[in-house]
């Protein structure tokens, strides 16, 4: 695999991130963002959830455990080396992410304040991702709808002074054509960036949300996603220039 990192962010000076839950990001592109900030580039992470239900203790409740969940988040967005400001919670609600014009607008306000050159989110097509030919699995409804919803977000809702007109007191509109689009694997457009000097970074980053993993699944995840058969470590996404 060849790395794409001068490919796709030559040039880019903020990439905004959205994914649907505390620890989506870590999992996916931990290694990307580390690699990223190293790199003089800004990222701001965006969770459009803070994944207030994911948790089967029966004894613990959804505000305890999303007051938890942020906590975790905090600390290994600051691992990752995000400044504060850019570790945004929406807070629609765990399995609650929908394709509707309140949570497109929250996403949308988002990029025209931070302005990406890059962003990157879900997969917003496949229902069942394929790893390989016998690796599939689900895409979490909550992935997928973000997938959408921050696409549409860029376009046409972030560009068009009518939409969302109330937003233009505070920020000014913008044009993010440039998407990196996680759980893609087997797709003509897969790019490959290349983490092996951060992988301990996303590990790390990854175990920081202890209520969901131990080091060690951190560790594996880490593993799976990223170890190439000659021992390079790259996460996979999809480019896509949408003019």
């Given at each position: 695999?060849?790395?794409?990192?001068?490919?796709?962010?030559?040039?880019?000076?903020?990439?905004?991130?959205?994914?649907?839950?505390?620890?989506?990001?870590?999992?996916?592109?931990?290694?990307?963002?580390?690699?990223?900030?190293?790199?003089?580039?800004?990222?701001?992470?965006?969770?459009?959830?803070?994944?207030?239900?994911?948790?089967?203790?029966?004894?613990?409740?959804?505000?305890?455990?999303?007051?938890?969940?942020?906590?975790?988040?905090?600390?290994?967005m600051k691992l990752?080396?995000?400044?504060?400001?850019?570790?945004?919670?929406?807070?629609?609600?765990?399995?609650?992410?929908?394709?509707?014009?309140?949570?497109?607008?929250?996403?949308?306000?988002?990029?025209?304040?931070?302005?990406?050159?890059?962003?990157?989110?879900?997969?917003?097509?496949?229902?069942?991702?394929?790893?390989?030919?016998?690796?599939?699995?689900?895409?979490?409804?909550?992935?997928?709808?973000?997938?959408?919803?921050?696409?549409?977000?860029?376009?046409?809702?972030?560009?068009?002074?009518?939409?969302?007109?109330?937003?233009?007191?505070?920020?000014?509109?913008?044009?993010?054509?440039?998407?990196?689009?996680?759980?893609?694997?087997d797709h003509p457009?897969?790019?490959?960036?290349?983490?092996?000097?951060?992988?301990?970074?996303?590990?790390?980053?990854?175990?920081?949300?202890?209520?969901?993993?131990?080091?060690?699944?951190?560790?594996?995840?880490?593993?799976?996603?990223?170890?190439?058969?000659?021992?390079?470590?790259?996460?996979?996404?999809?480019?896509?220039?949408?003019?």
């Amino acid at each position: 695999m060849q790395d794409a990192f001068e490919k796709v962010f030559n040039n880019k000076k903020r990439v905004l991130i959205v994914t649907a839950h505390p620890d989506d990001a870590e999992i996916f592109a931990g290694g990307t963002m580390a690699r990223l900030i190293a790199s003089g580039i800004q990222v701001r992470s965006v969770k459009v959830s803070s994944g207030e239900c994911g948790s089967r203790q029966e004894q613990i409740t959804q505000e305890e455990l999303k007051k938890t969940r942020v906590q975790e988040d905090k600390a290994s967005m600051k691992l990752l080396g995000l400044k504060d400001e850019d570790t945004v919670y929406l807070d629609c609600g765990d399995g609650k992410i929908e394709d509707n014009l309140d949570i497109i607008g929250k996403i949308a306000f988002q990029i025209r304040e931070f302005k990406p050159d890059l962003i990157i989110t879900h997969n917003p097509e496949d229902v069942i991702i394929r790893f390989a030919k016998d690796v599939n699995w689900i895409n979490h409804r909550d992935h997928r709808n973000t997938g959408i919803v921050t696409t549409y977000a860029a376009y046409p809702y972030s560009r068009d002074n009518l939409f969302y007109p109330e937003q233009l007191k505070e920020v000014s509109p913008h044009i993010c054509s440039e998407f990196l689009f996680v759980d893609y694997y087997d797709h003509p457009d897969v790019v490959g960036i290349e983490v092996t000097d951060f992988v301990e970074k996303r590990i790390q980053a990854h175990a920081s949300h202890a209520s969901q993993y131990t080091v060690e699944h951190a560790k594996d995840s880490a593993d799976f996603f990223t170890l190439q058969p000659d021992g390079k470590r790259f996460e996979t996404f999809r480019y896509v220039i949408a003019d």
